[in-house]
């Protein structure tokens, strides 16, 4: 899977959880998902289990840390696919 790919499979999961409509809209690598989206650290545990879920991946915690934005939790698919 591309970016992109993985990009608009994120989305849907995502979306339940942003506080900021407008950063959602034009959601880029570089959107943080506290500090643009406005989404809690709660939420973002239910991202990473629904992100699991999706992809069918395990997340570890080292890399759960770093999922803080879109280009991290990008490399962090793409990484945990490829070693499926």
Excluded: G, H
């Excluded at 993985?6 to 034009?26: D, G, Q, R, S, T």
């Excluded at 989404?39 to 879920?53: C, G, K, P, R, Y």
């Amino acid at each position: 899977m591309n970016n992109e790919e993985i990009l608009e499979k994120l989305k849907p999961i995502v979306k339940p959880f942003v506080k900021n409509e407008e950063a959602f809209a034009n959601l880029t690598e570089d959107t943080d998902f506290i500090a643009d989206l406005q989404i809690n650290s709660a939420n973002l545990v239910d991202i990473v289990l629904d992100t699991e879920e999706a992809f069918d991946i395990e997340i570890d915690t080292a890399s759960m840390e770093k999922m803080v934005s879109i280009k991290a939790t990008l490399e962090i698919i793409k990484t945990k696919l490829a070693a499926k």
